[in-house]
């Protein structure tokens, strides 16, 4: 069974930065591609970002490409969002995801991952 587990959320004002970390349980977390989506009140969870599973490709979505990097650390088993020039319609509850069958044509798409956190909450006020 795999475990994901997000933390670093919180509260932040409008141009602040926060970094969401998430650990994997997974022992072969090192052969999966990861994701960040993130879901607001009252609309359908959306892609923000993946990382391949060695690291060396990213996608980010047009609203937070040049504010948002993900990275991940094998080491640790840990994939990090790091979130700057925060604005308020990035408040949202941001989870991260895991890809057991490898598809990185597939990775914007939710349905293609197996494995979710239970997400944290970002706030940005204005």
């Known amino acids: 069974q795999v475990q994901l587990v997000e933390s670093g959320g919180g509260l932040v004002q409008a141009g602040g930065s926060l970094r969401l970390s998430c650990a994997a349980s997974?022992?072969?977390?090192?052969?999966?591609?990861m994701g960040w989506f993130r879901q607001a009140p009252g609309k359908e969870r959306e892609f923000v970002a993946a990382?391949?599973?060695?690291?060396?490709?990213?996608d980010y979505a047009d609203s937070v490409k040049g504010r948002f990097t993900i990275s991940r650390d094998n080491a640790k088993n840990t994939v990090y969002l790091q979130m700057d020039t925060l604005k308020p319609d990035d408040t949202a509850v941001y989870y991260c995801?895991?890809?057991?069958?490898?598809?990185?044509?597939?990775?914007?798409?939710?349905?293609?991952?197996?494995?979710w956190g239970r997400g944290t909450q970002v706030t940005v006020s204005s």
């Open positions: 990382i391949s599973w060695g690291g060396t490709t990213t």
């Open positions: 997974a022992r072969s977390f090192n052969n999966n591609h």
């Open positions: 995801a895991l890809m057991r069958i490898q598809n990185w044509a597939g990775t914007r798409t939710p349905a293609n991952y197996a494995y």
